[in-house]
């Protein structure tokens, strides 16, 4: 989209994008989400490409970091640890470096967008977020929302948001800039068997947290009738009844979203399931 730029305004797929980078092999999973805001449409600006740019640019900073710091040689000095490769990104820094990204861009010329950015470390089981606006996540354990994120707004339907002024500022005084240090922090210690939801406002104000752990516990129990690994062609050759389950949610969530005919919006949610081995 961003080689698009002279697309006209609103044609578009959609001001929601994601990423999800996955780290396996260096210990973790980084993962976020942007919500493009929509007004930028009446001054001619696609409000997609700001949420996308972001994505991408957090995507393309988590991709060499570690969702928690790598084990070190402890009698090594400061500065020889500091030199490992993958040192610690937080989803605060990766906030900030993928909004410095997207003010280079000079394919986003402006716009706006709400961002939710997640590491999962595999090695201690900790998460840790970074959340501006409101987009967010939630934790399910036991069939019960032991945690959900909550919601920046500066007042009804202007969430706090990362922004882009175009060079003629005076048209756009008063737009909302907010930084990435505005964002509110978190960290928590995960188990086996949590499942972690993140998501933009179209779901959020379509959904109840009560309505997506039924739903979660309804796609569990028919996954439970295929305990097994279920060979599939992709990329990782194998996917397991885990992988299945995660995207089952996902997709049945999204589904159920407009059927409550709240508030029409674009709806992305993305679904982890912890597990321990």
């Known amino acids: 989209m961003l080689s698009k730029p002279n697309a006209p305004a609103g044609k578009h797929i ?6 999800v980078q996955d780290m396996r092999e260096k210990s973790g999973i980084s993962l976020g989400v942007a919500d493009g805001v929509g007004g930028w449409v009446e001054s001619g600006v696609d409000p997609s490409l700001f949420s996308q740019a972001l994505m991408y640019h957090a995507h393309r900073y988590s991709k060499a970091a570690w969702p928690g710091e790598p084990e070190v040689d402890p009698t090594q000095e400061y500065e020889e640890r500091e030199q490992v490769e993958g040192w610690e990104l937080t989803p605060l820094e990766c906030l900030e470096s993928a909004y410095g990204g997207v003010l280079r861009e000079r394919n986003v010329l402006a716009g706006s967008s709400t961002a939710c950015v997640l590491t999962l470390n595999a090695s201690n089981g900790v998460l840790r977020a970074a959340n501006l606006g409101d987009s967010g996540f939630l934790v399910i354990r036991a069939s019960s929302v032991i ?13 706090k ?7 003629s500022q005076k048209r756009f005084s008063r737009a909302c800039v907010d930084q990435p240090g505005d964002a509110d922090l978190h960290e928590m210690k995960l ?5 972690v939801i993140a998501y933009t406002d179209g779901l959020s104000d379509n959904v ?43 997709e049945r969530i999204v589904d159920y979203a407009p059927i409550t005919n709240q508030k ?5 949610v993305l679904v982890t399931i912890v597990q321990e081995s």
């Open 208 to 250: 109840f947290p009560a309505e997506m752990v039924a739903i979660c516990s309804l796609v569990a129990r028919q996954s439970q009738l295929q305990r097994h690994t279920i060979p599939v062609s992709g990329q990782n050759g194998v996917e397991t009844v885990e992988d299945v389950e995660a995207q089952a949610m996902a």
């Open 14 to 19: 959609g001001e929601d994008f994601f990423y």
């Open 147 to 159: 945690h959900q994120q909550r919601s920046q707004t500066h007042f009804f339907n202007c969430p």
């Open 161 to 167: 948001q990362l922004s882009k002024l175009p060079v």
């Open 191 to 195: 188990r086996h068997g949590d499942i």
């Open 264 to 268: 029409v919006d674009d709806v992305t």
